[in-house]
C-alpha cells in the first residue's frame, strides 16, 4: 500500500467540464451499442448480469445499497481504485448491486474505505442517495491500494472548513454553505473528481463530492452533485446563500485541489 503524502499520489487529473465529461460518456454509452440482440444472446451468463447492473457513479442512484452505518465515524485512511471494473455487493458475499468504472468525470475513480473483512472492502460510493456503501472483493490484483493522510472537516453551524493531515490542521477557512432551502447535506462524502471550469467563471476548479443535494434532483442539467469551488466575491463568506455548494476562498481551493481523490469530507 502505498501512501498518498502532500503531492497527490494517485493519479489527480483535472477534467474539462462535468458537461463536457457527460457528453462523453453519452458518447460512449452510444458506441457501446452495437452487437444487438445476438451479442446479448452470446454473452455467458455473469457477463450479462453485469452488464443489466446500474454504474457506481455520480449519476447513478442504487435504492438497495447499504448506507454508511458510521456517517460521523473515522476511517482508517485507506482508498481504493479499481484496475478493472468491479462488482459491488450489499454484502459480503451479498448480492450484485452496481459496477464500480475504473473513471468517474473524467478522472480515476478512487474510494475510501469504511469496514474491511478479509479480502472484502465496504466503500463509500458516488451515487444517491447520500451515505450509500457497497463491498467489493480485493482479491487478486485487481484495485490499487493507498493511504491517504488528509481529512477535511466542514461546519456547518460554524461556517467553516478545515483541512487535517495525520491528525493536524494545516488550514481553516470561513465558507459559505447551502440557504435554508436547499442545504449542504450532511455526513461522510469524499472528493471524487477535479474539474477544469471553462463554461462559468465563478471558480477555476471545482471538486464534485459523493453527496448530492437533497433538494434538487438535477441542478444545471447535472445529477445535483454537491461540490467544493470559489465564487468572484467574498459575498458568500459566513453566509448560507448556495444551492447546497460549499464555497470557498481562492486559498483554501488552492490546497484543496492538492488533495488526493477520494479524500473523505465530513460535513456536520
Same mark, same amino acid.
Given at each position: 500500500?502505498?501512501?498518498?503524502a502532500?503531492? /497527490?499520489?494517485?493519479? #489527480? #487529473?483535472?477534467? @474539462?467540464? $462535468?458537461?463536457?465529461?457527460?457528453?462523453?460518456?453519452?458518447a460512449?454509452?452510444a458506441g457501446?451499442?452495437?452487437?444487438?440482440e445476438?451479442?446479448a444472446?452470446?454473452?455467458?451468463?455473469g457477463i450479462a448480469q453485469?452488464?443489466a $447492473?446500474p454504474?457506481?457513479?455520480?449519476?447513478g442512484?442504487?435504492? *438497495?445499497?447499504?448506507l454508511?452505518?458510521q456517517?460521523? &465515524?473515522?476511517t482508517?485512511?485507506?482508498v481504493?481504485?479499481?484496475?478493472?471494473?468491479l462488482?459491488v455487493?450489499?454484502?459480503?458475499d451479498?448480492a450484485p448491486i452496481?459496477?464500480?468504472?475504473?473513471k468517474q468525470i473524467?478522472?480515476p475513480?478512487?474510494? %475510501?474505505?469504511?469496514? @474491511?473483512? &478479509?479480502?472484502?472492502?465496504?466503500?463509500l460510493l458516488p451515487? #444517491? %442517495?447520500?451515505g450509500?456503501?457497497g463491498w467489493?472483493n480485493t482479491?487478486g490484483?485487481? !484495485?490499487?491500494?493507498a493511504e491517504?493522510?488528509f481529512v !477535511?472537516?466542514?461546519?456547518?453551524?460554524d461556517?467553516?472548513?478545515e483541512?487535517l493531515e495525520n491528525g493536524?490542521q494545516?488550514g481553516?477557512w470561513?465558507v459559505?454553505?447551502?440557504s435554508?432551502e436547499? %442545504?449542504? %447535506?450532511?455526513?461522510?462524502?469524499?472528493?471524487?473528481a477535479?474539474?477544469e471550469?471553462?463554461?462559468?467563471?465563478y471558480s /477555476?476548479?471545482v $471538486? /464534485?463530492l459523493?453527496?448530492?443535494?437533497n433538494s434538487h434532483?438535477?441542478?444545471?442539467?447535472?445529477?445535483g452533485?454537491?461540490?467544493?469551488?470559489?465564487?468572484?466575491?467574498?459575498?458568500?463568506v459566513?453566509?448560507? *446563500?448556495s444551492?447546497?455548494?460549499?464555497?470557498v476562498?481562492?486559498?483554501?481551493l488552492?490546497? $484543496?485541489v *492538492?488533495?488526493?481523490?477520494g479524500t473523505? !469530507?465530513n460535513i456536520?
Open positions: 500500500m502505498k501512501r498518498c502532500t503531492s /497527490p499520489g494517485h493519479g #489527480r #487529473r483535472s477534467g @474539462r467540464l $462535468l458537461a463536457a465529461a457527460s457528453v462523453t460518456l453519452l460512449l454509452l457501446c451499442g452495437g452487437g444487438g445476438d451479442a444472446t452470446d454473452a455467458p451468463a453485469e452488464e $447492473l454504474q457506481a457513479t455520480t449519476e442512484k442504487l435504492v *438497495n445499497a447499504p454508511d452505518p456517517p460521523a &465515524g473515522e482508517g485512511g485507506e481504493l481504485h479499481p484496475k478493472k471494473e462488482t455487493h450489499d454484502a459480503v451479498g452496481a459496477m464500480l468504472p475504473v473524467a478522472s475513480t478512487w474510494v %475510501p474505505v469504511i469496514a @474491511r473483512e &478479509g479480502d472484502w472492502a465496504q466503500i451515487t #444517491r %442517495p447520500n450509500a456503501s467489493i482479491a490484483d485487481v !484495485v490499487e491500494s491517504n493522510d !477535511v472537516n466542514v461546519s456547518l453551524a461556517f467553516s472548513l483541512i493536524t494545516i481553516e470561513t459559505g454553505i447551502g435554508e436547499h %442545504p449542504t %447535506p450532511t455526513g461522510r462524502a469524499f472528493i471524487i477535479s474539474i471550469e471553462i463554461v462559468n467563471d /477555476p476548479i $471538486l /464534485p459523493s453527496s448530492h443535494s434532483e438535477t441542478f444545471g442539467g447535472g445529477p452533485t454537491v461540490g467544493i469551488h470559489t465564487w468572484p466575491d467574498d459575498s458568500f459566513g453566509k448560507a *446563500n444551492d447546497g455548494c460549499i464555497r476562498p481562492q486559498e483554501a488552492d490546497k $484543496l *492538492n488533495l488526493p481523490l473523505i !469530507v456536520t
